[in-house]
């Protein structure tokens, strides 16, 4: 019973997760506790823990008398992401290339299989799921208690907005998929090699790929600050 109780938690989480990154629970949502309970067939105090839980990794906030909220993605949140990811994704992936065990590389490779089948099927959410899932496992490979908890936040919201990045309806982005996903296999490349000055730099180079793009879907249009740079900043990121 204590086992199949620790399943459906289990299962919960996970399902939630998916949720929130697939945006089927949109940000700034409040969830009803009862229709979950009813809808995961658990008791409100094990469903409460899940969402603990939750929160803790930055997928919910808890509010006192209000519940938990899909984390919200304001100016000030996506902003920060836009400052913040370049940096994050080069010093894990840095420390990828100097960890990474051989069998976490074969787990990367799997995973690297699973991306490129959801792009040629044009399913947007498996893509942004396993774009997730690639990057966390080289979030894994760094080792860093410090920085995973960065990255683990960092790619909720990458991932909620490669919701609409990465949908097939965009032709115009067909050409750029590609290549992200080419890079994906150099990632793979550079890391068997422990190549960390060039794994690096190719997480900066990613990054850029889709900087521009996403910039263009989050950006309102009477903003004339980019959300990456602070009023008056000097900066060459952003350049094509």
């Known amino acids: 019973m204590a086992a199949g109780g620790k399943s459906r938690r289990a299962e919960c989480e996970s399902d939630l997760r998916q949720r929130i990154l697939t945006q089927e629970l949109e940000p700034g949502t409040y969830l009803d506790e009862t ?4 809808h995961y067939a658990m ?6 823990e899940v969402l603990r839980d939750l929160a803790g990794e930055g997928y919910v906030v808890l509010h006192r ?3 938990a909220q899909v984390a919200p993605m304001t100016h000030k949140t996506l902003r920060n992401f836009f400052v913040a990811a370049p940096m994050i994704y080069a010093a894990v992936t840095r420390l990828a290339a100097e960890h990474a065990r051989p069998a976490q590389i074969m787990q990367l490779k799997d995973i690297q299989l699973l991306f490129r089948r959801a ?17 966390a496992q080289i979030g894994d490979m760094a080792d860093n208690e410090y920085l995973m908890p960065s990255l683990r936040r960092l790619l ?3 991932t909620r907005i490669s919701m609409t990045f990465y ?7 067909a050409a750029q998929r590609a290549v992200a996903a080419d890079q994906h296999d150099e ?17 900066v180079a990613h990054w850029e790929l889709s900087r521009a793009e996403i910039e263009s879907f989050v950006t309102p249009q009477s903003m004339d600050i980019p959300l ?11 350049k094509s």
């Open 187 to 203: 990632f793979i490349a550079l890391i068997e090699a422990g190549d960390a000055d060039s794994a690096a730099d190719l997480a």
């Open 167 to 173: 949908n097939p309806r965009h032709p115009k982005l």
């Open 35 to 38: 229709q979950l309970a009813d």
């Open 156 to 158: 909720i919201d990458h």
């Open 43 to 48: 008791s409100r105090p094990p469903l409460r």
């Open 119 to 135: 792009i040629r099927d044009g399913d947007a959410a498996e893509r942004a799921l396993m774009n997730e899932r690639f990057h």
């Open 228 to 238: 990456g740079l602070a009023p008056g900043a000097v900066s060459g990121q952003g």
């Open 65 to 67: 008398n209000r519940g």
